[in-house]
């Protein structure tokens, strides 16, 4: 009688911690929720988090990574920009305020990079991301009471291969999940209430690689003396069309024994400090006539950018020292910077 008495008690448990799971889950495997009709403030949040069809940012979005922007992933990869908020909206579908824990995972079921480009709302010691060894999940804790928190990823898929299971984006957490077949990621929106309280908002869409990339380059040169033999550069790697920085690049120039000038450096992403590009070229003073120790006046720079570990290179150039004092050791750095795009144009524009 008591195994029997045991063997009840143990069942109920599980059938009550079941329901609980189910009441926090009420999406159930291997279905889709039923979409609402998105309101247009939470519309206008998840547009300010996108990106345009020619990778420009818009409202208060942010800069794509240096290696998508400028092509690297191209033929490799097909690229999306994801937005997901979570929590409660302006009072939808209400205004008591309950605390939910959202936290979580997004996964694909296949060869994937994705990529948290941006943290909507988290709140210092409360909300953060959770570091983990597979590319093809990102995961995060993150807990609202009232509120909304959210993430913008790039989510990257490798092209080329053949799979026998559909490919498939799933948003999982304990109070609600969504699983969206890949191919929907081209353009998607949806709205979802996940209980009583809280809602989920989604906006996809594919990223197109429909032009050769380039941009400017702001810095500065900065000299080591005043011989200026020596020295390094830093500065800003700006895209063209683009408010903000894509990328930070660093690096050194100096004179050899025999009188050649050449500079080395590297490009990382303007928000993470992963290296991105490397840079290798010549520099020399324009105007000899202009520099009466051999070092001050201004002069040029060129050469060749490389990917660290994706196909593709271009060229980079400019110009230091324009308007500044014989004896200043910091000089502005203007340059341009263009990747190498075959079907459009071979040509190196500094040889």
């Given at each position: ?18 329901c ?16 609402q ?5 939470v519309e ?35 690229a ?15 205004n ?33 991301l959770i ?24 989510v ?15 948003f ?52 080591e ?6 020295g ?26 025999d ?93």
């Open positions: 009688m008591k195994k029997v008495f045991a063997l009840f008690i143990i069942c109920l448990i599980l059938v009550i911690y079941g609980d799971r189910q009441s926090r889950s009420p999406v159930v495997a291997g279905t889709e929720p039923t979409a009709e998105m309101p247009a403030e206008k949040v998840l547009d300010s988090y996108s990106f345009d069809g020619q990778n420009n940012k818009k409202g208060t979005a942010f800069p794509l990574p240096f290696d998508i922007v400028s092509g690297g992933t191209n033929g490799e990869w097909d999306y920009a994801v937005t997901f908020l979570w929590g409660q909206f302006f009072g939808i579908p209400t008591i305020a309950v605390e939910t824990d959202w936290t979580g995972d997004l996964s694909v079921n296949g060869v994937a990079d994705i990529r948290v480009i941006h943290k909507i709302d988290f709140e210092d010691g409360q909300d953060y570091d983990n060894d597979n590319p093809a999940i990102s995961e995060w804790v993150s807990i609202t009471n009232g509120d909304f928190d959210g993430l913008s990823f790039i990257l898929i490798k092209k080329g291969i053949d799979y026998f299971a559909p490919l498939y984006l799933t999982s957490t304990d109070p609600f999940q969504l699983r969206l077949p890949i191919e929907k990621l081209r353009m998607f929106k949806g709205f979802y209430l996940a209980d009583n309280f809280n809602g989920v908002a989604v906006f996809a869409h594919k990223i197109w690689y429909n032009h050769c990339p380039s941009g400017v380059m702001k810095g500065k040169w900065i000299k003396d005043i011989a200026g033999q020596n390094r550069f830093e500065g800003l790697w700006i895209e063209d069309n683009q408010s903000e920085p894509i990328g930070i690049f660093v690096g050194q120039f100096w004179t050899d024994e009188g050649g000038r050449y500079l080395e450096g590297s490009v990382s992403g303007y928000i993470t400090d992963q290296v991105i590009a490397y840079l290798k070229g010549q520099w020399f003073y324009d105007d000899p006539s202009l520099c009466p120790v051999c070092g001050s006046g201004h002069g040029k720079f060129h050469g060749r950018f490389e990917f660290v570990d994706r196909d593709g290179w271009g060229y980079f150039g400019g110009t230091f020292g324009w308007g500044t004092s014989v004896d200043a050791l910091e000089l502005p750095l203007e340059g341009i910077w263009k990747k190498r795009c075959p079907t459009i144009s071979n040509t190196d524009p500094w040889n």
